[in-house]
Nanobody, 127 residues
Framework: QVQVEESGGDLVQAGGSVRLSCTAS????????MGWFRQAPGKDRQGVPC????????YYTDSVKGRSILSRANAKSKLYLQMSSLSPEDTATYYC????????????????????WGQGTQVTVYP
């Protein structure tokens, strides 16, 4: 049984940073792409970044590009997302997700290639 668990959500002042962690078990972690998604109340789910199985390729949605770093530690089955220069627009529940494939597809941001999801961790950014 695949289990995905996020941690690291926090209440942060605008301009600050947060580091989210994700641990996945029950799957071949170093054989699948991983991603982070977020959803704010009343808004659609949004793909944030995606990383391929080896960590050699990462993709970011435009709104976080340049201020986020996605990385993975395959030996520990862990995924990390470091986000800085946070604004209230970053407030959302952040979900970690595991794909069934090695690479991030062209449509990774839709979430369709991800089959195993965590319960989410809350990031709240105040002015």
């Amino acid at each position: 049984q695949v289990q995905v668990e996020e941690s690291g959500g926090d209440l942060v002042q605008a301009g600050g940073s947060v580091r989210l962690s994700c641990t996945a078990s029950g799957l071949t972690f170093d054989g699948v792409a991983m991603g982070w998604f977020r959803q704010a109340p009343g808004k659609d789910r949004q793909g944030v970044p995606c990383i391929n199985y080896s960590g050699g390729r990462t993709y970011y949605t435009d709104s976080v590009k340049g201020r986020s770093i996605l990385s993975r530690a395959n030996a520990k089955s862990k995924l990390y997302l470091q986000m800085s220069s946070l604004s209230p627009e970053d407030t959302a529940t952040y979900y970690c997700a595991a794909a069934k494939y090695e690479a991030c597809s062209d449509s990774w941001h839709s979430g369709g290639q991800f089959f195993d999801w965590g319960q989410g961790t809350q990031v709240t950014v105040y002015p």
